[in-house]
C-alpha cells in the first residue's frame, strides 16, 4: 500500500511543535531459528510524538524519520520486561507485533505512556465533542441565568430548553452519554449568577440513556486512567435526528427539576 | 521509512467517516482520472480499487491544503509540494462541498485547535478548566498559543 512518505517525513520533521519527544530504547525483535526464542536487543532512538504519529529517528539530528508508528487502535502498558521502565505499544490485531519501549527512568516512562494512551485520534475527537457540548451548556444556562429566576416556569425557558436552533455550536451534532454525570457541579460560572437550576450536586444525576453504537466503529484506544468509565463506553454518533431526541430527553428532565425548585422556592424552603 | 502498515490496512477497513466512488488522479505525469473507492478514517484518506478489499494507497492529511478547483473537482496537495495534487472529481456539486468541509476538519491539528478554543471558551464562561476532569489540563499540546499553524 502505497503512503504519502514524502509528506509524512515532512509532517515528522517540521517544526510544528511535537506532543513529546525524548530518547527511548527499541526492543528489536529477531528470531533465532535454532533456538526457537526472539533474541532481545534494544536499540536506543530518538521519538517524537505528533498526534496520533509515533516518529522514530536513528539520531536526534536525522534528517528523516526511520519509521513511523500509526497510534490508532492500539493500547499502551507497562510491561513485565527483564528492562525496568519497560512498556509496550501494542495493537487489537492480534497478530500484531508489539512494540516494546525502555525510558531512561520511571519519570520518562510515566509521561511516555500517558502522552502515548492519549495520542489517538478516536481519543482527542471525543473530548473535543464533549467540550463542545460542554460550551453548549454552558451558554444555555448563561442565557437562562439572564431571565429572571423568580419567574413561573414559563413557556418561554421550555421553549429554550428544546428550542433546536439554539445549538449555533453543532454543525455536526454529535451524542455523547451520561453528559450530566460527569460535571455534577453544574455549569454556571461559580463567581457569577448562581444558576439554581443548575445545582446538579443536589439533584441525582439523570440515568444513562439508552446506548446508541457508533457510526465510526470502535477504533478506542487504550483509555487514560482519569477518564470516567462512562466516558470510556460512549460511543460517539454524528446522526442529527438522535441529537436532539437525547437533547430533548435531557430538557424534560431540566424542566422538571426546575418545576421542583420553583416550587420549593415558592414555599420558602430555599 | 518504514511503518506499521498493518495497523494502517486494519484501519482502513474501520467504518468511515465519509466513504464514496470518486474519481480520482495522482500526481503523476500522464495520470489520468480513474473510479476509486475513497475513504476518510480518522485524519487517513484511503483509496481503493472498486472491487479490492486492500487500499492502493494512503494520505496523511496533515499540513495539507484541500482546494476546490472547477465544478464538481477538488485537490488535495501537501505543503511542501503544492504543484502535486491529488484530484477528485465528484458526482455533484453537493458532493464536493461536502467532501472538501470534511477533510478540511479531518486533521488532528484542526481537532487540537478546536479543542484549546472550545477550552479557552469554556473557562472565560464558567471559570473552570473542562480539561481538569480528564487530568490533561497540563499537557503541553492542549495550551493555547503552543500550537501554530
Known amino acids: 500500500m502505497k503512503l504519502n512518505e514524502r509528506s509524512v517525513a515532512h509532517y515528522a520533521t517540521c517544526d510544528s511543535p511535537a506532543d513529546h519527544s525524548g530518547f527511548l530504547r527499541k526492543r528489536v525483535e529477531r528470531h533465532h531459528h535454532h533456538?526457537?526464542?526472539?533474541?532481545?536487543?534494544?536499540?536506543?532512538?530518538?521519538?517524537?510524538?505528533?498526534?496520533n504519529l509515533l516518529f522514530y529517528f536513528e539520531e536526534r539530528e536525522s534528517r528523516e524519520p526511520m519509521g513511523l508508528v500509526v497510534l490508532e487502535g492500539c493500547t499502551v502498558e507497562l510491561c513485565e520486561a527483564?528492562?525496568?521502565?519497560?512498556?509496550?505499544?501494542?495493537?487489537?490485531?492480534?497478530?500484531?507485533?508489539?512494540?516494546?519501549l525502555v525510558a531512561d527512568g520511571h519519570a520518562a516512562m510515566e509521561a511516555w505512556v500517558k502522552a502515548l494512551s492519549r495520542a489517538s485520534f478516536d481519543y482527542m475527537r471525543l473530548v473535543v465533542r464533549?467540550?463542545?457540548?460542554?460550551?453548549?451548556?454552558?451558554?444555555?444556562?448563561?442565557?437562562?441565568?439572564?431571565?429572571?429566576?423568580?419567574?413561573?416556569?414559563?413557556?418561554?425557558?421550555?421553549r429554550h430548553l428544546s428550542n433546536p436552533a439554539l445549538l449555533p455550536l453543532q454543525e455536526k451534532p454529535a451524542i455523547l452519554e451520561n453528559g450530566y454525570s460527569t460535571w455534577g457541579s453544574g455549569g454556571c460560572a461559580p463567581g457569577g449568577a448562581a444558576c439554581p437550576e443548575h445545582d446538579e450536586g443536589q439533584a441525582k444525576?439523570?440515568?444513562?440513556?439508552?446506548?446508541?453504537?457508533?457510526?465510526?466503529?470502535?477504533?478506542?484506544?487504550?483509555?487514560?486512567?482519569s477518564l470516567s468509565p462512562a466516558?470510556?463506553?460512549?460511543?460517539?454518533?454524528?446522526?442529527?435526528?438522535?441529537?436532539?431526541?437525547?437533547?430533548?430527553?435531557?430538557?424534560?428532565?431540566?424542566?422538571?427539576?426546575?418545576?421542583?425548585?420553583?416550587?420549593?422556592?415558592?414555599?420558602?424552603?430555599? | 521509512m518504514r511503518y506499521n502498515e498493518?495497523?494502517?490496512?486494519?484501519?482502513?477497513?474501520?467504518?468511515?467517516?465519509?466513504?464514496?466512488?470518486?474519481?480520482?488522479?495522482?500526481?503523476?505525469?500522464?495520470?489520468?482520472?480513474?473510479?476509486?473507492?475513497?475513504?476518510?478514517?480518522?485524519?487517513?484518506?484511503?483509496?481503493?480499487?472498486?472491487?479490492?478489499?486492500?487500499?492502493?494507497?494512503?494520505?496523511?492529511?496533515?499540513?495539507?491544503?484541500i482546494t476546490k478547483e472547477e465544478e464538481n473537482v477538488f485537490s488535495i496537495s501537501f505543503i511542501e509540494e503544492p504543484e502535486r495534487k491529488y484530484c477528485f472529481e465528484c458526482?455533484?456539486?453537493?458532493?464536493?462541498?461536502?467532501?472538501?468541509?470534511?477533510?478540511?476538519?479531518?486533521?488532528?491539528?484542526?481537532l487540537r485547535r478546536s479543542l484549546i478554543f472550545y477550552r479557552n471558551e469554556i473557562q472565560k464562561m464558567t471559570g473552570k478548566d473542562?480539561?481538569?476532569?480528564?487530568g490533561i489540563s497540563e499537557e503541553a499540546r492542549f495550551q493555547l498559543g503552543t500550537h501554530r499553524q
Request: proline share 7%; with cysteine.
Open chain 1, 35 to 51: 533456538a526457537h526464542h526472539y533474541g532481545t536487543s534494544y536499540q536506543r532512538r530518538w521519538f517524537v510524538l505528533k498526534g
Open chain 1, 205 to 225: 444525576p439523570p440515568p444513562l440513556p439508552p446506548r446508541r453504537r457508533s457510526a465510526t466503529g470502535s477504533v478506542t484506544g487504550s483509555p487514560a486512567p
Open chain 2, 6 to 65: 498493518r495497523e494502517l490496512l486494519s484501519l482502513a477497513r474501520q467504518p468511515a467517516e465519509k466513504a464514496a466512488e470518486i474519481r480520482m488522479s495522482v500526481p503523476k505525469k500522464g495520470s489520468v482520472l480513474k473510479k476509486r473507492l475513497v475513504k476518510l478514517v480518522v485524519n487517513f484518506l484511503f483509496y481503493f480499487r472498486t472491487d479490492e478489499a486492500e487500499p492502493i494507497g494512503a494520505l496523511l492529511l496533515e499540513h495539507c491544503r
Open chain 1, 231 to 270: 466516558m470510556l463506553e460512549s460511543p460517539v454518533s454524528p446522526d442529527t435526528i438522535c441529537f436532539s431526541k437525547l437533547h430533548n430527553w435531557y430538557g424534560q428532565e431540566i424542566v422538571v427539576l426546575r418545576q421542583e425548585w420553583q416550587e420549593r422556592q415558592k414555599r420558602g424552603h430555599l
Open chain 1, 130 to 158: 464533549e467540550l463542545e457540548k460542554q460550551l453548549e451548556e454552558a451558554c444555555k444556562s448563561l442565557a437562562a441565568c439572564r431571565k429572571s429566576p423568580r419567574r413561573s416556569s414559563s413557556s418561554g425557558r421550555k
Open chain 2, 91 to 110: 458526482a455533484s456539486e453537493e458532493q464536493c462541498q461536502e467532501w472538501v468541509e470534511a477533510l478540511k476538519r479531518a486533521s488532528y491539528e484542526f
Open chain 1, 82 to 100: 527483564a528492562e525496568e521502565f519497560a512498556f509496550a505499544i501494542r495493537f487489537d490485531d492480534a497478530g500484531a507485533r508489539a512494540y516494546v
Open chain 2, 130 to 134: 473542562p480539561l481538569e476532569q480528564y
